[in-house]
């Protein structure tokens, strides 16, 4: 079952025919996505308004503060990673 959750979801998808890493920091937690894979980041608004994603050739770097959620395709809790 999903878990629901009133923050807000950031979902980062891979668009394209190569495999990406995804990488939260401050944490440093990565995960691969195969192409049309997807992940979600959740996190209170506060910390959204201090989102910042970078893109280099196969790597997307999400920095999130604090305590974020990441999401399976499916919306179901993979980790709860920062704090």
């Not at 979801?9 to 920091?25: M, R, Y």
């Not at 997307?60 to 980790?79: A, I």
């Amino acid at each position: 079952m999903a878990i629901t959750d009133n923050r807000p979801l950031i979902p980062i998808t891979v668009h394209g025919e190569s495999v990406i890493e995804v990488c939260f920091e401050p944490s440093g937690s990565t995960y691969e996505l195969a192409p049309g894979g997807r992940v979600y980041a959740r996190a209170s608004l506060a910390q959204v308004a201090s989102l910042a994603i970078v893109y280099t050739p196969g790597v997307v770097t999400v920095w999130l503060p604090g305590v974020v959620d990441v999401l399976d395709h499916e919306r179901r809790l993979l980790d709860t990673i920062g704090g």
